[in-house]
């Protein structure tokens, strides 16, 4: 099947190895190992329903980039021998990229470093941005980080889903509700207008970032929903994705704890590259940015669970209940905790 897909990057598969890489939710990656080495990756065209959008606005930040920041790596997708990004055949829609070498990446933190570097890469790419105006981007997924809307889907889920889901999922769903204000918070937030839209990657989890073997960040990957949105999406995911040395996919949750290090090593990363550039009315909202993320994976996880898991890659039944009920024993230990990072580490954080 990725036989002609790879014929019309002018690959010859005889020479390459193939295999199934990489532990994303949504596209399929696959490392194609030979004298040179590449990614190629399948779209998800059921969540990226406009896959052209994602070539069109990679391409619009690769040229910016590499005009005014040559030396930045930005991994772009190859172009087929006909010049197209994107490769088509009945099996879907396909795209290729360098592998870069020497490189990896981690699904949890196990060193301070590798937050610091990982919120600095983030920090980079918005600030690299700043310039450029974010509104010539495309929403490749429309509304994606809008608490609002996917609280109404989650109460839409609730009103469909079987009693016995509704059940099962009683301490998440009355989780939610008791954390409503982070939704009340967000919708003050929305209409005040007083975040600036910026250039933001929305996928800043930690497997996002490739390093080196000393933990440098080289470079982001997974660009696709690189769109015109708030800082808190990154920063709440790096809090989401950082801080807890157990990833969203633990199910022994005595394993997730907040660690408040950890917390100063991705403020520190991030504001390396965006302190100037974050008014500091986003500063006191670093915080509330964890809580926003956190909480709205948990709605979306439990959301997949009372749809009947038709969005998240699973591998047993009950996984997106796990995941649900990780992540809101995540945002209970940031909760705990949050009074101490501000008092001890950081006085501009406020809420
Ligand atoms: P997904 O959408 O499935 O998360 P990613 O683009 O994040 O896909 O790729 C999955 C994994 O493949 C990454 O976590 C990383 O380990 C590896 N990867 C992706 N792109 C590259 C690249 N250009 N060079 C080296 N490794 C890569
Ligand atoms: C998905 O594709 P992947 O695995 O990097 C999802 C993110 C979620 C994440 C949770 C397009 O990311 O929004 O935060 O899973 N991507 C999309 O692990 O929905
Ligand atoms: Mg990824």
């Known amino acids: 099947m990725l036989n002609q897909i790879l014929e019309q990057f002018g690959i010859n598969v005889l020479n390459y190895q193939i295999e199934e890489y990489g532990s994303g939710l949504i596209n399929s990656t696959w490392k194609i190992s030979g004298n040179k080495s590449y990614i190629l990756q399948r779209i998800n065209t059921d969540v990226f329903k406009q896959p052209e959008a994602i070539a069109e606005n990679l391409s619009k930040l690769q040229s910016y980039l590499n005009t005014r920041y040559p030396d ?11 010049g197209l990004s994107l490769a088509v055949n009945k099996d879907g829609i396909f795209r290729l990229f360098p592998f870069i070498d020497n490189s990896t990446s981690i699904n949890s933190v196990t060193d301070y470093k590798q937050a610091y570097e990982a919120a600095k890469q983030f920090g980079k790419f918005t600030f690299l941005l700043r310039d450029f105006n974010a509104s010539e981007l495309r929403d490749t997924i429309p509304s994606f980080h809008d608490l609002a809307l996917r609280y109404k889907e989650f109460e839409k889920a609730c009103l469909n889903a ?6 099962q999922a009683k301490w998440p769903i009355s989780e939610v509700n008791k954390h409503k204000d982070i939704l009340s918070t967000y919708e003050e937030l929305k ?4 975040f600036p839209v910026r250039v933001i990657h929305h996928d800043a989890k930690i497997n996002n970032v490739l390093f080196d ?36 996919d633990e199910i022994d ?13 991705i403020y520190k990363g991030y504001l390396s590259e965006m302190s100037n550039e974050l008014t500091s009315f986003e500063k006191e909202h670093f915080i509330y940015a964890g809580k926003f993320m956190i909480y709205m994976q948990a709605i979306r ?25 990780n992540q809101l024993t995540l945002l209970n230990q940031l ?12 006085s501009s954080i406020k809420e």
């Open 72 to 82: 930045y790596l930005f991994v772009a997708p190859l172009l087929t021998l006909n």
């Open 162 to 167: 079987s009693t016995a889901k509704l059940d």
């Open 191 to 194: 209409y005040s207008g007083k």
């Open 213 to 248: 073997s000393h933990w440098n960040g080289i470079c982001l990957i997974d660009l696709d929903t690189v769109m015109p949105g708030y800082f808190i999406s990154d920063v709440g995911d790096m809090l989401r994705t950082y801080l807890s040395p157990a990833n969203e």
């Open 253 to 265: 949750l005595s394993k997730i704890v907040v660690d408040e290090q950890c917390f100063d090593a």
């Open 301 to 325: 996880f439990l959301s997949d669970y009372l749809n009947g898991d038709v969005y998240y890659h699973t591998t047993y039944a009950g996984q997106n209940l796990n995941r649900a009920n």
């Open 335 to 346: 909760i705990k905790i949050e009074e101490k990072i501000q008092l001890t580490n950081h």
